[in-house]
């Protein structure tokens, strides 16, 4: 079984945009959860789900960056955006974490 982390991810929130970039003693938000999240112990792959929007470019080039894995797909969809990226990847499980819970406990993932 390939079982993988989710993030969903998009830049343009309305109440905070980029909150996934805003930093925290030093380092992205979202950093801190990939960081955090590869202490999972059964997880393949962890792979941020961002949107083909434009808004989103800034995401991508720090992913590169980072060498974090990702996947971009439906903007107003995450459902079909998870699914996509699970036919790409060949994920047979889905473990959705949200890209602004940073303090997601890796040993109940």
Do not use: W
Request: glycine share 4%; proline share 4%.
């Amino acid at each position: 079984m390939n079982i993988d982390i989710f993030i969903p991810v998009h830049l343009n929130s309305k109440r905070l945009p980029k909150k996934h970039l805003q930093l925290i003693n030093g380092k992205p938000v979202l950093q801190h959860l990939v960081e955090r999240l590869t202490l999972c112990k059964e997880i393949r792959n962890i792979i941020v789900c961002c949107t083909t929007d434009s808004t989103d470019d800034e995401l991508i080039d720090f992913l590169q960056k980072k060498k974090i894995k990702f996947f971009r797909g439906n903007e107003k969809d995450i459902l079909q955006r998870f699914l996509d990226a699970a036919d790409q990847f060949g994920t047979d499980i889905i473990v959705d974490v949200e890209g602004d819970k940073i303090y997601t406990d890796p040993y109940y993932v």
